[in-house]
């Protein structure tokens, strides 16, 4: 890869608003970390529980995961699993939006854990 290109790819993962969170670099209300994920509290919340659930390592959507991340994604579901048993959600929706036209506006995959009232479908 040229080294132009390569310098592109380091400067997005800098900028990357969610790899900052991870880094430390811009405050969240972090309620869970581990090696693989972070899990912090949404800064608009669209529900009474709204968490975004994060891998640390950067990927730009779930389409920019590979075969090799299959234990990550895994992981991420798993821990939305604890946080909703640790808080006792009866119920709760785990959705990622997928590209612009799917509503994603930050390039890293994230999970909305959305629980606390009604939820209706299709979801718009
Ligand atoms: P999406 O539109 O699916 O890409 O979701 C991005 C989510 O990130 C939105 O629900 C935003 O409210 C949320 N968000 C953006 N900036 C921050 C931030 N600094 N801390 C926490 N959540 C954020
Ligand atoms: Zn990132």
Redesign the pocket.
Known sequence: MPVGAQKAIIDALQEC?FCR?VRRE?P?QIVHEDEQALV?????P?APT?L?VIPKKHLGSLSASTDGDALLLGHLQRVACWIAESVKLSSFRLV??NGKGA?????HL?Y?LLAGRPMSWPPG
């Open positions: 608003l969170i811009i969240a912090f509290k949404d800064i608009t669209q709204h975004l990622t939006n509503g994603q506006s930050v390039d994230h909305h």
